[in-house]
């Protein structure tokens, strides 16, 4: 049904890079969640009343906190979608990920009620009522449910919205929840066994543990997280196909995520020392359009001469390297050159640390300049570290 409706209410609905397309697919699977959600609520809302079931009015209000969600979702796509302004030069995309760490608050204290009402019934059993229209409202809600898991994901993976990711582990999460209702349900029927207030208490587990789930997912992009691995390999290889231009080797690619659509990233490359500052910066130039043409980000690059023809600068950044290699874990370096004073020659370079690295960042300072030392000649090591890698 949802393929069907963005086939023919969503303009170029394959142009899913369009900023504009992107918005409407949210739009319209926020307003095909409020419906089916609302549907859902009423049905098992009255199933849970006919039957006295505090487990389906839980799941009941479970569905209704869905509905609420996916408006949630809704007004985020389309506060998403507005354009830059003063104020937010950047757009406003990041909107998206705030609604959805709204909806895993949402579930959260959803999940909380679950609990309370269900510890409620087990203190205060009644027994339930399982007719068959209650019972097929159930089998119907779990259906709907695994349908909208499976349209979230594959819409939300289509468009890499985490928002509609977090809706789709949700209602994965609800079909989880209503299959064991109907399971105590049904148990309660052929059995006479009214394990109805513990069924709820698993109805809240699985509701927590899909907020925790939906919240980790939004507040990563939120508070700043590494670049996918297959967007840095796209990067290196557009870069890296300039090699016989100029363009020698890249570090200190920093990413900047402000929503879907909004990516900004600045990158260091290496280009000879003698090479003409006009040719490269044209050079530059070409790639920085390249990469907002072909990858949607706006790219700052810095150029960083290095010698490519000094024989005692080979040298030294080759015993550096063998310094460096002969340590433990993924040291690398990078920006290497050396400056002859009167007194002394400066070897300086930036070392890139891993986060979880044994040594402290003056440790590996420490080290290394001390087996620099070593070497033949009068030399002061100046090294910056930079943090990376795992």
Known sequence: ???????????????????????????LCG???????????????LAGF????????????????????????????RMAGQKPDPHHPFGHGRIEYISGLIVAFIILMMGLELFKSSVDKILHPE????????IGILVVSICVKIYMSIYNRRIGKLIGSTAMDAAS?????????????????????FTGLQIDGYCGVLVSFFVFTAGISAARETINPLLGQPPEPEFVRQIQEIMMSYREQ?????????VHNYGPGRVMMSVHAEVPANSSM????????????????????EAVIHMDPVSVDDERTKELKEQVREIVKGMEGN??????RVVDGPSHTNIIFDVVVPFAYSMSDRQVIEYIQDQVKKLSGNYNVVIDVDKGGN
Not at 31 to 45: D, E, P, S
Not at 52 to 72: E, K, Q, R, W, Y
Not at 246 to 254: K, N, P, Q, R, Y
């Open 246 to 254: 100029g363009i020698l080797d890249i570090h200190d690619l920093v």
């Open 169 to 189: 582990k949700d209602s994965l999460s609800d079909t989880l929840a209503t299959s064991a209702v109907l399971g105590t349900t049904l148990l309660a029927k």
């Open 278 to 297: 006009v040719e490269m910066h044209d050079l530059i130039d070409t790639v920085e359009h390249r990469l907002k043409r072909e990858m949607g980000c």
């Open 50 to 77: 006919f039957s006295h079931s505090v487990a389906i009015t839980a799941d009941a209000f479970n569905n209704l906190s869905d509905a609420g969600s996916s408006v949630v979702t809704l007004v985020g796509f």
């Open 331 to 336: 040291i690398q370096f990078h920006d290497f």
């Open 1 to 27: 049904m949802v393929t069907w409706l963005c086939k023919r209410l969503i303009k170029d609905y394959q142009e899913v890079e369009d900023p504009g397309v992107r918005q409407s697919y949210g739009i």
């Open 127 to 134: 027994a339930v009522e399982a007719t068959p229209l209650v």
């Open 31 to 45: 307003a095909v969640g409020i419906f089916l959600n609302a549907l859902l609520f009423a049905g098992k809302f």
